[in-house]
T-cell receptor, first 113, second 116 residues
Framework: QKEVEQNSGPLSVPEGAIASLNCTYS??????FFWYRQYSGKSPELIMS????GDKEDGRFTAQLNKASQYVSLLIRDSQPSDSATYLC?????????????FGAGTRLAVHP | EAGVAQSPRYKIIEKRQSVAFWCNPI?????LYWYQQILGQGPKLLIQ????????DSQLPKDRFSAERLKGVDSTLKIQPAKLEDSAVYLC??????????????FGPGTRLTVT
């Protein structure tokens, strides 16, 4: 069983729409959760972190965490073509106290004009 | 604030040759990570340093990969001898600390390795 699972996509949305990206994880003790954006040929860029159940908003981005259901999601409002990228979900499994991150394979988002 | 620096950006070698990558973390960051990202996959942690000590190298292929962070700042990752399956992007990341998972990791631009 994969530790962090994401739909590989591509998720195609029209410009101006809401893009919804989902991620599930297997380790119930996971403490912290991150979303990274990765443009083709570039390195991952941190866009959101979330540590508590509920929603966290930052500009057009909202991260949602539900530890009971072991899922975390990222909503992108008013999607722009520049949002087209692969979105990586990363989870800290919490074991050992170290800051280890387990990444999903990413969801490719395509925003079309 | 300067980001994570890596060099070289690209490297092409033949199998069985050796290669080394360099990383300089964000100033003041105690924790440094090396990841391997194969095309179409998420990054996979190879090794994690806290200052100049190793805290996790469980996924480092120790028969061919080695890494060091001698003075607790910059780090070198070496592969010797390289195999075709080592073709990947090698990413360095850093964070303030490593404890309790509360510190965000920031990535450098990566080194794209092609083994022929």
């Amino acid at each position: 069983q994969k530790e962090v699972e994401q739909n590989s996509g591509p998720l195609s949305v029209p410009e101006g729409a809401i893009a919804s990206l989902n991620c599930t994880y297997s380790d119930r003790g996971s403490q912290s959760f991150f979303w990274y954006r990765q443009y083709s040929g570039k390195s991952p860029e941190l866009i959101m972190s979330i540590y508590s159940n509920g929603d966290k908003e930052d500009g057009r981005f909202t991260a949602q965490l539900n530890k009971a259901s072991q899922y975390v999601s990222l909503l992108i409002r008013d999607s722009q073509p520049s949002d087209s990228a692969t979105y990586l979900c990363a989870v800290n499994p919490g074991s050992g106290g170290y800051n280890k991150l387990i990444f999903g394979a990413g969801t490719r988002l395509a925003v079309h004009p | 604030e300067a980001g994570v620096a890596q060099s070289p950006r690209y490297k092409i070698i033949e199998k069985r040759q050796s290669v080394a990558f360099w990383c300089n973390p964000i100033s003041g960051h105690a924790t440094l990570y090396w990841y391997q990202q194969i095309l179409g996959q998420g990054p996979k942690l190879l090794i994690q340093f806290q200052n100049n000590g190793v805290v996790d190298d469980s996924q480092l292929p120790k028969d061919r990969f080695s890494a060091e962070r001698l003075k607790g700042v910059d780090s070198t990752l070496k592969i010797q001898p390289a195999k075709l399956e080592d073709s990947a992007v090698y990413l360095c990341a850093s964070s303030l600390e490593a404890w309790q998972g509360l510190y965000e990791q920031y990535f450098g631009p990566g080194t794209r390795l092609t083994v022929t």
